[in-house]
């Protein structure tokens, strides 16, 4: 790995642009799965953002109004129940859409946390940098 700022900063530029073509395919999953099944759905697939990150999660409503929950479709009761509830054709449509959920959430997290530690390490050069230049 190179540590010069150019190659770094070019670094930086493609790790975001591909975190950029990341989301596209976050929000278009989101939107396929609502054009693949017809509402009411038991659960359904939406962007969550965190603050820190955004995941593409699982949703389902709640039992008090206005109110949904997120929930892990392989790694909680819930999700297990919904699955078991599902014929087996919705069954395969679920698991293939938490599929492809797992590997974008993956892969954007790998650029989301790369593009950040980028970040702080060029700044931090640059001040320091600037601290060399003043002493």
Same mark, same amino acid.
């Given at each position: ?15 975001k ?7 596209d395919a ?18 359904h697939?939406t962007?969550?953002?965190?603050g ?5 999660r ?5 039992k008090?109004?206005?109110?949904? /929950?997120?929930?892990e479709? *392989?790694?909680?009761n819930?999700?297990? @129940? +919904?699955?078991?509830a #599902?014929?087996?054709t919705? %069954? ?5 859409f ?6 974008? /959430?993956?892969?954007?997290? *790998?650029?989301?946390y790369?593009?950040? @530690? +980028?970040?702080?390490? #060029?700044?931090?050069?640059? %001040?320091?940098?600037?601290?060399k230049?003043?002493?």
């Amino acid at each position: 790995m190179s540590w010069r700022t150019r190659s770094l900063q070019r670094r930086l530029a493609d790790t975001k642009a591909e975190r950029d073509k990341i989301e596209d395919a976050m929000r278009k999953l989101v939107d396929q799965f609502k054009q693949t099944l017809r509402p009411p759905w038991p659960a359904h697939l939406t962007l969550h953002n965190t603050g820190n990150s955004q995941y593409v999660r699982w949703r389902i409503q709640a039992k008090q109004p206005g109110k949904q /929950n997120y929930f892990e479709l *392989l790694q909680s009761n819930t999700g297990i @129940s +919904l699955l078991n509830a #599902l014929s087996p054709t919705v %069954r395969q449509i679920y698991l293939e859409f938490e599929q492809e959920r797992l590997q974008l /959430n993956f892969l954007y997290g *790998l650029h989301h946390y790369e593009v950040r @530690s +980028l970040e702080r390490y #060029l700044d931090g050069a640059r %001040r320091l940098s600037a601290i060399k230049r003043g002493v």
